[in-house]
Every structure is written in C-alpha cells, then in structure tokens.
C-alpha cells in the first residue's frame, strides 16, 4: 500500500489537470500523499543517516514549494505580487511556533524533558535569523525603490546572499561540523535506531516514492488553491491567509515527520528538520522569485508590514531563549503555540 499511494496520488494530481474532481476527494487523496512521504522520508533518512536524511526533505519539499509559487505568480502577477512573502513568512511562524512547538509539546509530555546539542541549532538560528531581517524587514527601510521592495540590483545582492549563507550551512551541517547536528550517544532512542537500515534498491524506492508523494502533494494544493481562494474571498478573509494555507500544505509531510520523532525521544533530529525547513525556504524561494521578477519584469514586494515584523522577531527572540539551554519542557512547546495562535488569529482579524 505505501508504494501504490504515491502513485495513485500522481494519476490523480494528473487528472485533476483536465477533469473536475470533488474538493473533498482531491483533499483526501492529498492527505494520504503527505503521509506517504513522511514514511519514504523516513525510509530514506535512516538510510543516509543524520543529518543528510533531514536535509534531503527539506531540500525536497521547499523544492516543491518554490515551484508552485512561481506557478501561481506567473499565472496572476497583478494578484500575487505579495504572494512569495506572504508565503516565506508563514512557513517561517509555521516552522518556529507551530511546528517546532508541537515537537517540544508532544516531545516534553512524554519524556518530560528532552535534550539536543546548543552549537548546530544555534548556528542554525543565527542563519535563519540573518536570512528573514535581510529578506523580509530591511526592504522597509531602503530608499532607492518605493513601498517595501527591493530594486532589481538589491534583489540580486540578496538572492547572491541568500544562497551562500544557506550552502555555507548545509557544508557545515553535513561536512565539516557534522557532529554538531548529531544527537549525543546516550540520547539516541531504541527502535528505528538500531533497526537494520533498508537495502540499497528499497532506498532507491522509497526516493523515486518520496519524489512523487511530493509532486502529488503541491499539484494536488495547486489544484485546491483556486477553491480555498474562493472560499476565503467570499468569507471576506485577508489575501495573506492564502500564504499561510499553502505553507501548510506544502510543510505538511516536514511537520508529521518532525512530531513523530520528537515523540520518539529524538528532538535533535526534529529540530533539525524544523530548522532547515525554515533555512531551506528561505534560501532558495527568495532567489527564485528574485530571478523571475528581474527576468520577467514582474514587480514583487518582500517587506513586511509592522505588525507581522513585531510578531517575527518576537518569534526569533522567544526561539533563541527557547533553544539558549539545550533541553526544552512543555512550556517552551506551549509558549511557541500559543505565538502561533497570536499569529493566525491576527492575520484573520488584522
């Protein structure tokens, strides 16, 4: 069955690219997808090992992710000029308060406290902190293009950064401090640990799976879109709210994936699947959409507004105390829920 699905889910994300299908069956299907790649991820990862395991989700679905904003961008870009930040900032609230949240909350309510190494995830933090102020807030303040963006030379300079701050930590997190990304020896939990890894042709099955559970699942959303823009439009909800219903259903398979193993006492290899999602995002989604606005001539905005730029740095500042002792408890999980919460109710009534 975990090989047939993501190749049923295929046909079906094929099909609905000429023939109407019911809302509600194309979600299912879309819900399985998700499942689907969480488990040939996981396949893959005990296979390679951490940190490349997490590393190759990440990479994998912000690939997908990257794809379908530029799909939807170059299919209205009189309507989705804002639709790359809108996006970005909420994979990045997704990622840090409600996905990194959850893991610390279902994690600490079964292991009451749980441990992970202060240097990857700092570093991490660090990056990520870098790539969201440069991406999203500093086009507030620069004076050579008007409102909050950037002029094509400023974009280029930031997609040029953006991908060099994001391949400098992805040598560091799998080359040369590897060890930093890796959870200590006494933490490492029994079970899927010690379990023989799968052999080298069902690696290869679970990748080819993995690919196609992926691509299912952003043209199943692609083809979900119009309907949920639909149903927002006439509940009169904020356009931003489509960014955030396309960041998770895109951060769907990372979320389920990073829970499970926060539940199974492996918190290092939660975060760092958390963490290089958010990275990951980042560092490839703004020079992408940086490259199709300067060769397409299509204009987009990148600065947040005030109140979204108060609740991400609040959301970085509670991460860096959150993460500042290398052990977490059930109220670091609730605070970082309770910012999510804060931060969908007030993009719902703004």
Do not use: W
């Not at 560092?283 to 001539?297: E, H, K, R, Y």
């Amino acid at each position: 069955m975990t090989d047939i699905l993501p190749i049923a889910a295929v046909v079906v994300a094929i099909l609905c690219l000429s023939v109407a299908l019911p809302p509600l069956f194309v979600a299912l299907i879309l819900g399985a997808a998700v499942m689907m790649a969480v488990h040939h991820a996981e396949v893959v990862a005990h296979r390679v090992g951490e940190p490349f395991g997490t590393l190759i989700l990440a990479l994998a679905v912000t690939v997908i992710e990257v794809g379908l904003i530029l799909t939807l961008m170059q299919a209205e870009p009189e309507k989705t000029e804002a639709l790359a930040r809108d996006t970005v900032f909420a994979a990045v609230m997704v990622i840090i308060n409600l996905l990194m949240g959850l893991c610390l909350l279902v994690g600490s309510l079964r292991h009451h406290e749980q441990r992970f190494q202060r240097t990857g995830i700092g570093a991490a933090l660090a990056t990520l902190t870098v790539l969201t102020v440069v991406s999203l807030v500093l086009p507030n303040f620069t004076s050579s293009a008007p409102g909050p963006r950037y002029t094509n030379d400023q974009l280029a300079f930031v997609a040029a950064a953006s991908l060099i701050l994001y391949a400098t930590f992805a040598l560091v997190q799998t080359v040369r401090h590897r060890y930093y990304f890796l959870p200590d020896a006494e933490d490492i939990a029994a079970g899927d640990d010690h379990a023989d890894p799968p052999s080298n042709r069902r690696t290869l099955a679970s990748g080819a799976l993995l690919l196609a559970s992926l691509i299912a699942v952003v043209l199943l959303a692609k083809y979900l879109s119009p309907v949920i823009g639909e149903m927002l439009a006439s509940a009169g909800a904020p356009a931003a709210v489509l960014g955030v219903i396309i960041a998770a259903l895109v951060l769907a398979p990372e979320g389920v994936a990073a829970a499970r193993a926060a539940r199974a006492d492996r918190l290092q290899t939660s975060l760092n699947l958390a963490l290089g999602s958010a990275l990951a995002t980042i560092g490839l989604t703004i020079p992408a959409v940086a490259i199709l606005s300067i060769v397409a001539d299509m204009p987009i905005v990148l600065g947040l507004d005030a109140k979204s730029s108060v609740l991400l740095f609040l959301s970085l500042i509670v991460a860096s105390q959150t993460l500042a002792n290398g052990r977490t408890t059930v109220l670091q999980g609730t605070i970082h829920l309770i910012l999510f919460a804060i931060y969908l109710f007030t993009t719902f009534e703004p």
